[in-house]
């Protein structure tokens, strides 16, 4: 905690004699894991984030890190290390200028690692926005677009690392970056040493080589779409439709690949077929 003496705002400390706090925050979605952090810190800005990570790096201390919690393994909290949860850095901005890059001008948003895609889809919503996402509101935005981002829109805009245009990351020893677009919206932040452009390697790696390495985003950019005006969602399925007890399998998988091929149905967002063997 004396890292943080210097700091106007201090980030949350929860130790597990904060027993409700602490047992809240140290949960993943796999339930089936039950770890125990040694101390959890709730940062609110990249700078705790910075500190923490050279303050750690330092002292030999080990971190894990925590957006959303769903991975699938539980990998973002450890029994006996201290944990960085983004609980805190969960906003959407939508009120961004344009980013100018030469005669083009390209929307663009931000969004903080901790949020979810409850409310960021909400705050995307009022714009008449979106970008590519998946069909879990609880997921967040760090795990997702690190691990490539697949979802409904993928056929139509692309994975979720694809519509990725900047990032701000701490490395290992506590140094911030400012990748792509990222430093178009922190000018006064930046110099000659801290920015990458558009073709920054580290840019390029974190859109989907995972979120376990590289370092740790603190905020991310996208370059959103324009939500259609009328958007139909069906769903089929064996009990609405009992003839499909008596059709093959792979007759079904046929006619859906058929469906589904590209180019057919240009207007056909996503589709999603899952199939239950009996055991």
């Known amino acids: 905690k004396e890292a943080f003496e210097n700091c106007n705002v201090k980030p949350e400390f929860y130790e597990p004699s904060n027993e409700l706090s602490y047992n809240e925050l140290r949960k993943v979605f796999n339930r089936r894991f039950d770890f ?5 810190l709730l940062p609110s800005n990249t700078e705790h984030v910075a500190i923490a990570t050279q303050y750690a790096t330092d002292n030999n201390i080990q971190i894990t890190v925590k957006s959303g919690g769903h991975g699938h393994e539980g990998e973002s909290v450890a029994t006996g290390r201290v944990l960085i949860d983004f609980a ?13 890059k030469g005669d083009i001008t390209i929307q663009q948003i931000s969004i903080q690692p901790g949020a979810r895609f409850s409310s ?27 691990g ?17 245009m900047g990032a701000t990351i701490v490395l290992g020893d506590g140094t911030v970056k400012y990748l792509g677009t990222s430093a178009f919206y922190n000018t006064e932040k930046t110099s000659k040493e ?7 390697k580290l840019l390029w790696a974190i859109r989907g080589g995972g979120g376990l390495s590289y370092g740790i985003v603190t905020e991310f950019f996208f370059e959103p779409f324009e939500l259609p005006n009328i958007a139909h969602s069906f769903q089929i399925s064996q009990d ?11 007759s079904v998988i046929e006619a859906w690949e058929k469906v589904t091929a590209p180019g057919k149905y240009p207007q056909l967002i996503g589709t999603n077929l899952k199939v239950v063997a009996k055991g």
């Open 36 to 40: 125990m952090p040694s101390l959890i």
């Open 88 to 100: 805190n850095m969960n906003k959407t901005d939508t009120s961004l200028p344009d980013f100018n």
């Open 120 to 146: 960021i889809k909400a705050a995307l919503d009022k714009k008449h926005l979106g970008i590519p996402h998946g069909t879990c509101q609880s997921v967040a935005i760090a795990g997702y677009t690190m």
């Open 148 to 164: 490539g981002g697949w979802g409904p829109w993928t056929r139509k805009y692309g994975m979720g690392c694809e519509r990725l």
């Open 194 to 200: 801290n920015t990458e452009g558009a073709e920054s």
């Open 240 to 250: 609405t439709l009992p003839v499909l007890e008596t059709i093959k399998a792979t």
